[in-house]
């Protein structure tokens, strides 16, 4: 029962460590791919001299990050909600499988949520920039 205990308390702390959200200037091994493509709110703000954003673009980046922020804030719960839950059917015995399988999908479905979210706002700024300003954070950022 202890062993299992700490699965579920390991699973449920993978579960909010891939949650967490990676700083979008300076995506992890998996996400090599976007190196470059996509730049975080904190790489303009920092260069945003250099950049000229116009008040067009800085307020747009900032209804951006206060929209992320607001539903990020709904998505943990969810997710926290999720993984209560999911560590509630691991923690029976016997373990009811196709639950727990369940409860993966529902935890692996609020995670994704989360991801599309902030993949939706890295988007939508990059959208808002010009191809001078894109150029110039490709040769700024270290990730690219």
Not at 6 to 12: E, I, T, Y
Not at 51 to 69: S, Y
Not at 92 to 109: I, L, N, R, S, Y
């Amino acid at each position: 029962m202890k062993s299992l205990n700490a699965f579920a308390a390991g699973l449920l702390a993978l579960t909010l460590a891939f949650a967490a959200p990676a700083r979008a200037d300076e995506p992890e091994g998996k996400d090599e791919w976007l190196k470059g493509k996509l730049f975080g709110p904190e790489l303009i703000l920092k260069h945003r001299k250099e950049l000229r954003l116009t008040e067009k673009q800085f307020d747009l980046i900032g209804v951006e990050l206060k929209r992320v922020q607001a539903q990020a804030a709904e998505s943990d719960w969810q997710l926290m909600s999720e993984a209560s839950k999911l560590q509630d059917l691991i923690d029976q015995h016997p373990v009811d499988g196709k639950a727990v399988m369940a409860g993966v999908d529902h935890v692996f479905e609020a995670e994704n949520r989360k991801k599309k979210l902030f993949m939706e706002m890295l988007v939508n700024i990059k959208n808002a920039l010009t191809a001078e300003q894109v150029a110039y954070l490709k040769s700024v950022d270290p990730g690219s």
